[in-house]
């Protein structure tokens, strides 16, 4: 591939905004990076406004975009907006999911999102038979990322008990494989290739007897694989495993060998002091989900003593009631400020690192996510001079982007050196929108 500078106007580089910064880019990964440079090189493609490394979705279940909107009608609680999202998931075909989640990952790209850590749980025909190939779905999920341009970490899920134990459910018959050992076999089968890294999940504690965690974790383990799982959401899973096992979800998970450094609990809300210091200690991730967590009235997570024990934070979009990574970074901080009626709990700087390094180590991408010679050619380009972000003196950038830009903001992103969005248009899915709107009317007819 021959080799392509960008001269970007101002570049976050770790911890600060430098203004002028030449990067050089070749076979799909950053050259060179070169700060000081005032004007644009010879042949440079120029890139006005802050260009950051690309943003990490890490928690995401691409079928639930089709819910925007329909479920903001009437009360209720997760457990009910639960059975809405059921309602969606038994219409979807291998090929209806394509479809749906081509456009879903096209708007994350819009978004700056340039990995995506899909949290897969979809594997079955309707009442629970295996399609001609049984990775039918998730194999789905991985065309349509790479047809959006973007990176996937498919998390591929276990999911087995509507409840420590209990038998599946109706509406759960297409998640389930029966065994951990049945699903190990299925995931087996799945190859990583360019842009494509295959991981692990385990549902909860809910849907994962305990005796059959270890498989899970194991599966993982033999791999190196990003394991992660929905942990504490809901306290009503906190009463039923205490009642199940006598101990909390995050204890049981210890016990099972399913903490570690590539582990990452998704949420992390309802969390015991103990707990806290089990998943600091072990070094596993919390992926915060805030503007998830706000729509379905699960609480707020105790983020900010998650990281001081020693848990690296990322963020998802998890239910897609919105995709906007910028949102998610600052709604962990205004979560904070609101709840302890204090400011600066974290700088713009490390909330950024959340969105970019971290989540992309917790998706198992750890040549991802920062703007430095040898890393992935991924980075996303906001504009300062949008009715949102112009104002601001260059040197506060960052505080800009991850306080008061949206998505909308997002023009210019590259993926492995190829140009994904040229201002603030998908190259290769035309009309995002329209491939929204059908992908989901096919849904409700
Ligand atoms: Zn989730």
Same mark, same amino acid.
């Given at each position: 591939?021959?080799?392509?500078t960008?001269?970007?106007e101002?570049a976050?580089?770790d911890?600060n905004?430098?203004?002028?910064v030449a990067?050089?880019?070749t076979?799909g990964?950053?050259?060179a990076?070169r700060?000081g440079?005032?004007t644009p090189?010879?042949?440079?493609v120029?890139?006005?406004?802050l260009?950051?490394?690309?943003l990490a979705?890490?928690?995401?279940?691409?079928f639930h975009?089709a819910?925007?909107g329909?479920?903001?009608v009437?009360?209720g609680?997760f457990?009910?907006?639960?059975e809405v999202?059921y309602?969606?998931?038994?219409?979807?075909?291998?090929?209806?999911y394509?479809?749906?989640a081509?456009a879903?990952?096209?708007e994350m790209a819009? *978004?700056?999102?340039t990995?995506? =850590?899909?949290f897969?749980y979809?594997?079955? +025909?309707p009442? @629970?038979?295996?399609y &001609?190939d049984?990775?039918?779905?998730?194999?789905?999920?991985?065309?349509?990322?790479g047809?959006?341009?973007i990176?996937?970490?498919?998390l591929?899920?276990?999911y087995l008990?509507s409840?420590?134990g209990?038998?599946?459910?109706?509406?759960?018959?297409?998640f389930?494989?029966?065994?951990a050992e049945?699903?190990?076999?299925?995931?087996s089968?799945?190859k990583e290739?360019e842009g494509?890294r295959i991981?692990?999940a385990?549902?909860?504690v809910r849907?994962v007897?305990?005796d059959q965690l270890?498989?899970?974790?194991?599966?993982?383990?033999?791999?190196?694989?990003?394991?992660?799982?929905h942990?504490?959401e809901q306290?009503?899973e906190?009463? *039923?495993?205490l009642?199940a096992? =006598?101990?909390?979800?995050?204890?049981l998970? +210890?016990?099972? @060998?399913?903490?570690g &450094?590539?582990?990452?609990?998704?949420h992390?809300?309802h969390?015991t002091?103990g707990d806290i210091?089990?998943?600091g200690?072990?070094?596993?991730?919390?992926?915060?989900?805030?503007?998830?967590e706000?729509?379905?009235?699960?609480?707020?997570?105790?983020a900010v003593?998650l990281?001081?024990?020693g848990?690296?934070?990322?963020?998802?979009?998890?239910s897609?009631?919105?995709?906007?990574l910028l949102?998610?970074a600052?709604a962990?901080?205004l979560n904070?400020?609101?709840?302890?009626?204090t400011?600066?709990?974290?700088?713009?700087a490390a909330l950024?690192?959340a969105?970019?390094?971290?989540g992309h180590?917790?998706?198992g991408w750890?040549d991802?996510g920062v703007?430095?010679?040898?890393?992935?050619?991924?980075?996303?380009?906001?504009a300062?001079?949008t009715v949102?972000? &112009?104002g601001p003196?260059?040197r506060?950038?960052?505080?800009?982007?991850?306080?008061?830009a949206t998505a909308?903001?997002?023009?210019?992103v590259?993926?492995g050196?190829?140009?994904v969005?040229?201002?603030?248009?998908?190259?290769?899915?035309?009309d995002?929108g329209?491939?929204l709107?059908?992908?989901?009317?096919a849904?409700?007819n």
């Open positions: 591939m021959p080799l392509t960008y001269w970007l101002h976050w580089l911890t905004v430098e203004p002028g990067l050089e880019v076979d990964r950053i050259a990076v700060t440079v005032e090189p010879p042949g440079a120029v890139l006005r406004g260009t950051i490394p690309g979705n890490a928690h995401s279940h691409a975009r819910l925007r329909t479920v903001q009437g009360s609680t457990w009910t907006w639960r999202m309602t969606v998931a038994q219409r979807l075909t291998p090929d209806s394509f479809a749906l081509r879903v990952y096209a819009l *978004a700056g999102i990995s995506v =850590g899909e897969h979809l594997h079955h +025909a009442g @629970g038979s295996p &001609a049984p990775n039918a779905m998730g194999e789905a999920l991985i065309a349509a990322a047809e959006a341009g990176r996937i970490t498919l591929d899920t276990a008990s409840g420590f209990a038998a599946p459910e109706r509406h759960q018959l297409r389930t494989d029966g065994t049945k699903w190990a076999e299925r995931v089968a799945l290739r494509v991981g692990a385990i549902h909860s849907a007897p305990a270890a498989t899970v974790a194991q599966w993982a383990g033999a791999r190196n694989a990003p394991l992660h799982v942990l504490s306290t009503a906190n009463d *039923a495993c009642a096992h =006598g101990m909390t979800p995050t204890q998970l +210890a016990e099972h @060998g399913v903490l &450094a590539r582990t990452t609990g998704v992390n809300t969390l002091d210091t089990l998943l200690t072990s070094t596993t991730g919390t992926c915060m989900c805030p503007t998830t706000r729509d379905l009235a699960d609480g707020i997570g105790p003593a990281q001081r024990a848990s690296p934070l990322s963020l998802g979009s998890d897609h009631a919105v995709i906007d949102e998610e600052r962990m901080e904070e400020r609101l709840r302890t009626r400011r600066g709990h974290w700088t713009a950024l690192r969105a970019t390094t971290d180590a917790a998706l750890r991802a703007l430095e010679t040898g890393a992935l050619a991924d980075f996303t380009t906001i300062l001079d949102r972000t &112009a003196v260059p506060l950038a960052a505080e800009t982007a991850v306080f008061a909308a903001d997002v023009h210019h590259v993926v050196g190829r140009t969005v040229r201002d603030g248009a998908h190259v290769s899915v035309p995002v329209e491939a709107a059908t992908a989901i009317a849904l409700r």
